[in-house]
């Protein structure tokens, strides 16, 4: 986001010259010179001085702007500030006009994700020691009262001190800001409060500026500077230090969430830095000494850990998350009696699956057998989900001799592991059933069900063709093999044995959802079946999201609707039911209950892109980029979302971008997608961007890329074809016109037509209206001297006074001693004219060639030279 930043904003050098090392700076704003902070803007920000203050107003959402102060260069300093922003009102929502050498910058997106606690509608603050326009550190105070701390190192984002909240600055202006820094130390005081105190040494020195950043709420931001006082002696500095330090202990509160900041960031020294900090001046709670314990625990301080824990148990022994992390720790430490004794002294050991597991371990250990088994099994009674628990319990009674019983649990364990997709697990499970002679047809079911895991059809048609085809299998081998027919493009294969598994297990939803799924890709009729489906599992989602699919084909709107509402409630958690839900109600002409339904579902990138889609349909083209704008952000935070996904978000951005006419915006949109998925539709919007921005080249370079991935793609080819007649082109045009006559002979037509027009000319006989096309850009076409009866068809000649042109049949029963005449001034008609040269000499040509003669005497037919454009 930043590199790009460097080749749109330019900076011009500062009219002040650099302060010098150890002053004291205080800036009177209300005097114009000199102006320390850039003043200018665009039609997204502006800078300005006003009413003794520097107003920095942001006049977009999602945008991160600062005005430079590049002569105030600075280490190590003291800074106090004063300042104030919010939502601009309308009435003073103007973007600037003419201004001071535009030198403040903006970023046309957050330079990183919000991350409070609580929603940011805003924030403003500070950057500092700032070398390059990606390089940075910058302090900012949110609407909601919260300061966060962060560095950009050539491009790259890096969180110093996440988002901490500072209670007493909600809704508090101005913001009275003091700050330090001594090397790689800041200690930050809010409104005369301690407020964070965070370490970096990765920037030394730089300029500063005052920033503000405006999230997705307010349409605009106004921020005011109001007071700002920089000292950069390093006597100032301590002493000021020495000062500000004493207030540091007189807020517990704000240590301990400092501290909860840090560990949220997992950097636990600085958490444990800040608790230390917090017990020389406070008494420690039990939450404070937990959380100390668990610094020591990812910094594997064991014995301090422990120390910790039984500090906090001894304040409050109820503390659950305190006494399993002791427990753990006497299981990393190999202390296995002192851990059983303690589980088994434990009042919630009960119905407690980790700490019955850790009794299993104790026992294992140990070499209790028998006691590490039942503890096992009670945990895997307690949590079924966990595969893990059986696994343990299945080696324990391995070890105890109870092979019936072990296998039992090899198999739970297996089932486990192949619904949680555990490919390593659930094969050394199957190898442990093998082991003990297990059903060999359910063992090789499971088997299969692994290969098919790990896509290794050749496998799954081994293990399982056998047992189908004796009619061995259960419902699950049908099932399996089903989906292996089908991915090989077998579907009448693949019904026959969904078929087959929904008869073995008729109250299985997924046996019945398969069959009529393949019924329906198919072709066929599949309501029966999924009425039958349904009477079986009447509350499945997946069914129900079928029947919605299947009416809204139907053009049953209602029953579409009702379909998806069931399955929308069935699966909460799914999106494709709301999303079907939402679309089925906007097509019935509910939008506004279509979009409530996404509302109400959990934000996801998928929901907020379906949400965009419907507001582009019906126009909303507002609310369109806003959800499009919240499926990218989301999206991007999302590691489960493929690349591909993302683009495809900022694509759809780009596009309403476009129909709006905001070409700046579709360009920024489009070239995020670009830079992380380059396919067609990408390119070819890139290239409508920079073609109504009149860059040609740059457009169809984007258009012939997009050709290179997908040849057929019509609209790609009709807008270069188009752009190839702009710029006169036609032989090319001519050669995409070919390749449309295959794909599409009606856009085919509209080209040549267009080619047509533009570089031919109409001529018409005056008299009766025959017409000859002509080539634009003749050359010069020698003059003749034709003896005998010119082809009807011929063009008589043009009158040298009115400009008329007539052909041979119309003017040859007029005559006036063997020439041609006009018929309205009388005049002899002429062949003066280059055009009417060229169409007789070629005209005589065809003549001659149709009756077998050699016109001789004719001159050759010129050369055309690049036709000329409209």
Known sequence: MFSFLKRLFAKKPGNQPPIEAETSLAIDFAQTAPAWFSLGGDERYASSLRQSSLLLELFKKNLFAWSEATAIVAGDFYMEASFRFGPTTTQSLSPPGDQVAVTASALPANPLPASAPVRNNASAGFIFRMSADDTFMYLLVGSNGALRLEMVFNGEPATVCAWTECPWLDAAL???????????????????????????????????????????????????????????????????????????????????????????????????????????????????????????????????AETSLRRCLALEPDHRDANEELFNLLYLQNRYDQLKAGLLASPTLVGNARQQNLLGHACFNLGDWVGAAAAYLAAAGLDPAMPIYSLNAARSLDRAGQAAEAAASWLQAARGFLAQSAGDDAAECLSQLRRLGYDKYELATMEARLAWEQADYDKVEKLLAPIVKKQKGDAVACHLYGLLQANLGKRQDALAWFDRARQLAPDNPSCQLKYCEQLYLTGADCRTALAEALGLCPTDGWLNNLAGIIALRNGDQSSAVASFRQAASALPEAEEPAINLATALAGSGDLDGGLATLAAVRPSAATANAAGNLSVGAGRLDEAVLAYQAAGRLAATDPTIPARRLAEYHTNLGAVYLEQERWADAGEALRHALEIDSDVRSLMLMGDVWLETGEFVRAETAWKTALQQQPDAVDVLVRLAGSYCRRGKYDEAASLADRLAVLQPEKERELRARIHQATTEQLACLSCGREWSVPRGLPNVPRLQLRGELPDNAPAGACPDCQAIYCVACRKPDLDDGRFTCARCGSHLKLNDDRVRYLVVNIVREAAADAGLEPAALPESPKLSEPVGN
């Open 174 to 304: 101005p913001i009275n800001l003091q700050l330090i820094a001594r090397g790689g130390y800041f200690l930050c005081l809010a409104n005369g409060r301690f407020a964070l105190e965070a370490s970096d040494d990765r920037l030394s020195s730089g300029h500063w500026a005052f920033a503000a950043q405006n999230y997705d709420t307010w349409d605009a931001l106004s921020c005011r500077l109001e007071r700002f006082k920089l000292e950069t002696g390093a006597m100032a500095i301590e002493r000021v230090y020495l000062e500000l330090a004493k207030k540091q202990t007189a807020d517990p509160e704000q240590r301990r969430r400092l501290a909860a900041t840090y560990m949220g960031m997992r950097k636990w020294p600085a958490a444990w830095q800040q608790l230390v900090k917090l017990g020389e001046r406070d008494t420690l709670t039990a939450g404070d000494h937990f959380q100390l314990a668990e610094c020591y625990l990812h910094e594997e301080l064991l014995q301090d």
